[in-house]
């Protein structure tokens, strides 16, 4: 397997989740279980390194290194290139995943991180909208850090600009795969 880190996103604040720390939701699959947990587990069946992106302190106790985005206040940008930056010095590949997708199961998440790409970042693309899912995506830390410098110096935080200015590879998927992206933005989404 390609070296890989995975960074699990729980910098969010959930004002749509009511200020609920998402990672923090339970496992639907095992209530004993947090998102981050999840997550947590899949990396070590994978045997790759986990590390947490926004150092919150609800997420302290998981004993995960966690990183401070870079800069602050910049959205998720600031913490996919704190990811890249960490990565870099581990000469790995950064596997970026946003905490509430519950269902991303080990396999899908296997082929993240093995995919043959020699493009500087893979994500799925949705063939309607034509959107990258850049947060269950694959990065080049050497490759995409001048990208995201770039669009930090223009004030342009979207990670969208990010994945298609690093001619981005789409990992392919099926309709069952697209599914297992599902995310929890809102309180109805964890009850449906």
Same mark, same amino acid.
């Not at 500087?120 to 990065?139: G, I, N, V």
């Given at each position: %397997? ?5 960074? *699990?996103?729980? +910098?969010?604040?959930?004002?749509? %989740?009511?200020? /609920? ?6 496992? #639907? ?6 998102? @981050? ?6 990396? =070590? ?5 986990? @590390?947490?992106?926004?150092?919150? @302190? ?13 800069? &602050?206040? @910049?959205g998720p940008l600031g913490g996919l290139h ?7 010095? /581990?000469?790995? $590949? ?11 199961? $080990?396999?899908? %998440? ?16 949705? #063939? !309607?909208? =034509? ?9 080049? #830390?050497? /490759?995409? *850090?001048?990208?995201? =410098?770039?669009? !930090? ?5 979207? !990670? =969208?600009?990010?994945?298609?200015? &690093?001619? +981005?590879e789409t990992l392919p998927l099926s309709s ?17």
């Amino acid at each position: %397997m390609l070296q890989c880190v995975m960074g *699990i996103f729980v +910098g969010g604040n959930s004002s749509r %989740m009511g200020g /609920r720390p998402k990672g923090m939701l339970r496992y #639907p699959f095992d209530a004993k279980l947090t998102l @981050v947990d999840h997550f947590h587990e899949l990396a =070590q069946h994978l045997g790759i390194e986990c @590390v947490l992106v926004g150092n919150k @302190v609800d997420y302290a106790h998981f004993g995960l290194y966690k990183l401070s985005d870079k800069p &602050a206040g @910049v959205g998720p940008l600031g913490g996919l290139h704190a990811l890249l930056d960490y990565c870099l010095g /581990r000469d790995a $590949l950064a596997a970026a995943v946003a905490c509430d997708m519950p269902y991303v199961s $080990l396999e899908l %998440m296997r082929r993240l991180c093995t995919f043959p790409c020699d493009f500087p970042a893979l994500a799925p693309r949705d #063939p !309607l909208t =034509q959107r990258w899912e850049p947060l269950f995506a694959r990065y080049e #830390p050497r /490759r995409v *850090i001048p990208i995201i =410098q770039d669009r !930090l110096s223009c004030r342009d935080h979207s !990670l =969208q600009s990010v994945v298609t200015m &690093a001619h +981005g590879e789409t990992l392919p998927l099926s309709s069952e795969e697209w599914s297992l992206l599902k995310d929890w933005d809102e309180e109805q989404d964890v009850t449906r």
